[in-house]
C-alpha cells in the first residue's frame, strides 16, 4: 500500500521558515514527478512546487518563485519543500503528491494526474 506523509508544518511568524519533508512508502517514487499543492480556507487546492524524475528539473507557480524551494532524496524516497519568506497569504494546509505514471512531467501543475496523496500538513502564517 502506497503512503505519503508529509512532515513540518506549524506557526510560523511572517518572514520566517519551515520545511516540509514528505517520506512514501509502499513503491518507490525515484523515476516519478512528485509535487506540493496547498489548499486554504475556503479556497480550491493549487499547484506550489513539483520535481521531476529528471535530476535538477523543477517548477514554481509564481508565487513562491524565489522563496520555496522544492527536492528530493531518492535515496530515502521523500521529497521537502523549503519555505523561506513566509507571509501571511501562504497559511494553508499543504500536500504533497506523487504521479502514478513514470517518466512524464506533462501538466505538472494539475492535480488530476497526481495518484497519490498524504494527508496533509497545516502551515499557519501570522502577521
Known amino acids: 500500500q502506497v503512503q505519503l506523509v508529509e512532515y513540518g508544518g506549524g506557526l510560523v511568524q511572517a518572514g520566517g521558515s519551515l520545511r516540509l519533508s514528505c517520506a512514501a512508502s509502499?513503491?518507490?517514487?525515484?523515476?516519478?514527478?512528485m509535487g506540493w499543492f496547498r489548499q486554504a480556507a475556503g479556497k480550491e487546492r493549487e499547484f506550489v512546487a513539483a520535481i521531476s524524475w529528471i535530476a535538477g528539473i523543477t517548477y514554481y507557480t509564481d508565487f513562491v518563485q524565489g522563496r520555496f524551494t522544492i527536492s528530493r532524496d531518492n535515496a530515502k524516497n521523500t521529497v521537502y519543500l523549503q519555505m523561506n519568506s513566509l507571509q501571511p497569504e501562504d497559511t494553508a494546509v499543504y500536500y504533497c503528491?506523487?504521479?502514478?505514471?513514470?517518466?512524464?512531467?506533462?501538466?505538472?501543475?494539475?492535480?488530476?494526474?497526481?495518484?497519490?496523496w498524504g494527508q496533509g500538513t497545516q502551515v499557519t502564517v501570522s502577521s
Open positions: 503528491a506523487a504521479r502514478g505514471t513514470p517518466y512524464s512531467d506533462s501538466n505538472y501543475d494539475s492535480s488530476y494526474w497526481y495518484a497519490y
Open positions: 509502499g513503491r518507490t517514487f525515484s523515476n516519478s514527478g
